[in-house]
């Protein structure tokens, strides 16, 4: 334990970059000479970033980190000239000497991996599945990608594709996890491998006389409210990790105004799911579903007294018992991973394990 302690402490650590010479020459191509231009400067974030990354801290978080980096490269360059430009049968090409900021980059490639450094060593880069409707079924990619960015940002990469459901079973998981009815969340994601999911559930409020007359030419009164309500839970065991509301209204009347609506409400979605999905991670006591079979641990107070002197267990609550079945939730400085190791080094064989799940 104390060595986990010690690795999960060094995340915190920012590393030492290793220094080189900001300016860089590069070469892009592209349909036009602004997008040769754009890949070119994504080329010197690209160039630097490889530079500047510590193979021994960086290896496995290298590709994460760079596709992150220079797809927002316009922030990292301080200042660039062209130095040549060129056209060949519809191919743009030129060639940059551009400056890039060391400095930003340096404290963006120090955070980004320890959110993701923390995220995975706490939760085992857990996949996330997002899904944003409303109550007739439509879906909101924005929003969806709105909620993306903010795991994104804080370390979560393992983004589930939500569409392999289809649409009647996609509005069934959201109102399920609405809801909290575990079983048929579990139905319904059993089709691929879940840890969390994130609803987003849009009510629309259209206030005109559009509503209520459909008259040519009306719609264009309409003028909309929205209510956006967030929800992030454990897949496996119905724990509510995040649950916010954002309200949204468009400023014009018009065909487009749920849209604007929406755009409002989203502003603030990004940072308040990413804040709670770091904090979630950044606790390394998780809350563990162990599911006990076959009286394995005895009675109830066997039981308790058993875990309580493991390793690493913290609180011990019995849910329920039946059949010789017993559901328990630990408080445990580590992973379902390490529980499980535990486990098996006491003697118990484990039947199941997911995110925050373990059965013997």
């Not at 190791?341 to 039947?351: I, R």
Request: one cysteine or more; charged letters at 20%.
């Amino acid at each position: 334990m104390w060595k986990k302690l010690t690795v999960l402490a060094s995340f915190l650590v920012i590393p030492s970059l290793t220094a080189s010479a900001a300016v860089v020459t590069v070469n892009g191509q592209g349909g036009s000479e602004r997008s040769a231009l754009r890949q070119a400067l994504r080329q010197a974030i690209e160039q630097q970033v490889g530079v500047m990354v510590d193979s021994r801290s960086y290896v496995q978080n290298y590709r994460l980190i760079n596709d992150r980096i220079y797809t927002q490269a316009d922030g990292y360059i301080k200042s660039y000239e062209i130095l040549e430009r060129t056209k060949d049968n519809g191919i743009y090409k030129v060639k940059v000497r551009a400056d890039v900021s060391e400095q930003k980059l340096s404290a963006a490639l120090g955070s980004y991996a320890q959110k993701k450094a923390v995220v995975g060593a706490n939760m085992q880069d857990p996949r996330v599945g997002v899904v944003a409707m409303d109550q007739q079924g439509t879906r909101y990619a924005a929003l969806e990608n709105a909620v993306m960015e903010g795991l994104g940002a804080q370390g979560y990469t393992r983004i589930v594709d939500i569409d392999q459901l289809d649409k009647s079973k996609q509005k069934q998981l959201q109102a399920a996890a609405l809801s909290g009815d575990k079983s048929m969340i579990k139905t319904l994601t059993c089709q691929f491998s879940l840890d969390y999911l994130v609803t987003v559930s849009v009510d629309k409020a259209v206030g005109s006389i559009a509503d209520y007359a459909p008259v040519p030419g009306f719609e264009n009164l309409k003028k909309a409210n929205v209510t956006v309500s967030v929800r992030m839970l454990n897949v496996n065991n119905g724990e509510v990790i995040y649950a916010g509301v954002f309200k949204g209204k468009s400023e014009r009347r018009g065909p487009n105004a749920v849209n604007e609506a929406i755009a409002e409400a989203a502003k603030g979605i990004p940072e308040a799911i990413g804040t709670a999905a770091l904090n979630k991670a950044a606790n390394p006591e998780q809350h563990l579903q162990l599911i006990i079979t076959d009286n394995k641990l005895g009675n109830i107070s066997e039981a308790t007294a058993t875990l309580r002197e493991l390793s690493g267990v913290g609180n011990v609550f019995v849910r329920s018992s039946s059949f010789g079945n017993m559901i328990v939730d630990i408080d445990f400085n580590g992973t379902a991973h390490d529980f499980a190791t535990v486990l098996e080094g006491n003697g118990w064989k484990v039947l199941a394990l997911g995110a925050e799940y373990i059965k013997i």
